[in-house]
């Protein structure tokens, strides 16, 4: 089955310093793979996206993440997180074939940055 | 200009009974998506339209729940003979069109479904 994984439910940081969130999938079909960000009380927001060309791509509020096929991972990283990163984070894949338009999203991971 | 809206924001409703929800995706775009996000989860996939029909409904969970698309722009999810593992939050997600590979899915804020 095309799942999404991401192993960590919850990562607790100090303003400034680096983070990666982690997510995996698993499937043998070609993939579109994609971050949002969740705000308290609001709507899922589209932080960056990859669909094919370079494996790293840079997305808003400067946050990167690197597409590696044979380990079939998409981690997002920010070399220093602030205050107003807290929120949840959902990793989403589009696996192209059957029901190739909906995505499939992870369980997410709560960023907690504190001072 | 505008994005997703959905309304009611929050519905409460009793077991059993039956219920609407709305959204009002980004004019002009074609494909029209509806998520439930359990707490604790990320969001699941139910169902997808293409203009007026639904191209995808296999991630409804039964025949209690159904969508329609009438006129390609507003959608509206119900809800029959609601059970307490259908609370929720519902989300709707539009797209300029649902195939080609740059598209994004634009997401509403999402209603919060409970059932007491």
């Known amino acids: 089955a095309q799942s999404v994984t991401q192993l960590d439910s919850q990562v607790p940081v100090f303003e400034e310093a680096p983070v990666e969130l982690r997510c995996n999938y698993s499937s043998s079909v070609s993939v579109y793979l994609f971050w949002y960000v969740q705000y308290p009380n609001q709507g899922l927001q589209l932080l960056l996206k990859y669909l094919s060309g370079s494996t790293l791509v840079k997305g808003i509020n400067g946050f990167e993440a690197e597409f590696n096929k044979s380990q079939t991972s998409f981690h997002l990283r920010k070399p220093s997180v602030h205050i107003s990163d807290t929120a949840e984070y959902f990793c989403?894949?589009?696996?192209?074939?059957?029901?190739?338009?909906?995505?499939?999203f992870g369980t997410g991971t709560r960023l907690l940055v504190s001072p | 200009g505008a994005g997703v809206s959905q309304t009611p924001s929050n519905k409460v409703t009793e077991k059993g009974k039956y219920v609407e929800l709305r959204c009002d995706p980004i004019?002009?775009?074609?494909?029209l998506y509806w998520y439930r996000q359990s707490l604790g989860q990320g969001p699941e996939f139910l169902i997808y339209f293409q203009g007026t029909g639904a191209a995808d409904d296999s991630g409804l969970p039964n025949d209690r729940f159904f969508a329609v698309r009438p006129e390609g722009s507003v959608s509206t999810l119900k809800i029959q003979r609601t059970e307490r593992g259908d609370s929720a939050v519902y989300l709707c997600?539009?797209?300029?069109?649902?195939?080609?590979?740059?598209?994004?899915?634009?997401f509403g804020p999402g209603t919060r479904l409970t059932v007491t």
């Open positions: 989403a894949v589009r696996f192209m074939n059957t029901g190739f338009q909906k995505l499939v």
């Open positions: 997600a539009s797209s300029l069109a649902g195939t080609g590979p740059s598209y994004e899915q634009y």
């Open positions: 004019s002009g775009h074609t494909a």
